[in-house]
């Protein structure tokens, strides 16, 4: 996470701006309709609507997660879902032996004060984390991971369905629906 826009040099602030200007447009949505369309199952647009059920019904769909985490990416804050994703396969692990090192990991990439990808957690939570961290457990990260799901639920989802990404996905598939109605009729 960012330590503070404030901290960085105006020059900096430019360029980050420039980047992602020039990142939304890799990042369009023609794009990852032509990748749903190689994807079996193909995306439907009922599925798609359904994403503005829940946020969980979002990150069900494993076409849904791919489309937030696409957003994400487009809004420089896709560190949050890798770390829910992190901690959700983090909480499926088998192995005692494994757990070490997996706990480790995250908290290194995601959690320490000098983490590549911070996660915006208070400091409470974070104490919590790190002393959670000196026998780690399969729930060690329960609560951070908790922290986040309610941060990507309140901003992120919302954002997302506000999105144009969003809007223009649920426009091409609807335009694609109406075809192949007018096809079959």
């Not at 990150?59 to 804050?77: I, T």
Request: charged content about 30%; hydrophobic content about 35%.
């Amino acid at each position: 996470m960012c330590r503070g826009l404030a901290a960085l040099p105006n020059t900096c602030l430019e360029r980050a701006k420039g980047l992602k200007a020039r990142m939304s447009s890799f990042l369009d949505w023609r794009l990852l309709c032509y990748a749903y369309k190689l994807r079996k199952p193909r995306l439907t647009l009922e599925e798609c609507l359904r994403w503005k059920e829940s946020f969980d019904k979002l990150l069900s769909s494993k076409h849904g997660l791919y489309a937030f985490r696409a957003f994400l990416v487009s809004e420089f804050s896709e560190e949050n879902i890798a770390f829910y994703l992190a901690c959700e396969d983090y909480r499926n692990t088998k192995s005692e032996a494994k757990l070490c090192s997996k706990a480790q990991r995250i908290y290194n990439e995601f959690i320490g004060s000098e983490a590549p990808r911070e996660v915006n957690i208070d400091h409470e939570t974070r104490d919590i984390t790190q002393a959670n961290m000196k026998s780690p457990t399969l729930t060690c990260f329960d609560l951070a991971q908790y922290r986040i799901y309610i941060l990507m639920e309140k901003d992120c989802y919302p954002r997302f369905l506000r999105s144009s990404a969003y809007r223009d996905l649920v426009s091409h598939l609807t335009k694609k629906n109406t075809k192949a109605a007018t096809k079959k009729a």
